[in-house]
């Protein structure tokens, strides 16, 4: 029975790596836009959170031949994109990547993404002590489209 038990603790902690790591960083709900075939860059969007405060300095991800956090901002009334060198997330409070503000440009894709599939992404988060510490994030590849997914069956 003990070797069920750990291999079930085993099994779940495992689930919960790229929500809990060493680092002071909480991510959820991580995900990719998917692309069409000659898409060469895409966005990855998630929610940040963090109890005592930390920076993202980085980022990588073995999907993309450069990973660079971007702002989304309005610059005499024309949205413009830039890179961020670091990105803070304050204690305490949430801060949301997604479309239109902050989020993780993965830049000279290896190849499309299509819905279903997981991106790795590595976030390089500095602590407080100025340490810095790799956050493994698995995102889920979603659907070019706003609209949900459709699911297509045919009746026999």
């Known amino acids: 029975m003990h070797i069920i038990h750990k291999l079930a603790g085993l099994a779940l902690a495992s689930l919960f790596i790229g929500?809990?790591?060493?680092?002071?960083?909480?991510?959820?709900?991580p995900w990719v836009r998917g692309t069409v075939p000659a898409q060469k860059v895409t966005g990855?969007?998630?929610?940040?959170?963090?109890?005592?405060?930390v920076t993202i300095v980085g980022a990588a991800s073995p999907?993309?031949?450069?990973?660079?956090i971007h702002e989304m901002a309005m610059d005499g009334g024309v949205m413009k994109m830039r890179a961020v060198?670091?990105?803070?997330?304050?204690?305490?409070?949430a801060l949301e990547l997604k479309p239109g503000s902050?989020?993780?440009?993965?830049?000279?894709l290896k190849k499309p993404?299509?819905?279903g599939e997981v991106v790795p992404i590595t976030l390089k988060v500095e602590g407080k002590d100025k340490k810095t510490e790799a956050v493994e994030v698995k995102a889920e590849v979603r659907a070019l489209t706003a609209a949900p997914a459709m699911d297509h069956k045919h009746m026999h």
């Open 63 to 68: 999907a993309a031949g450069v990973v660079e």
């Open 113 to 115: 993404l299509a819905a």
């Open 44 to 53: 990855a969007f998630m929610q940040l959170g963090s109890k005592g405060g």
């Open 102 to 108: 902050y989020h993780v440009m993965l830049i000279d």
């Open 85 to 93: 060198k670091r990105l803070d997330v304050q204690p305490g409070q």
């Open 19 to 29: 929500n809990a790591a060493a680092a002071d960083l909480e991510v959820k709900d």
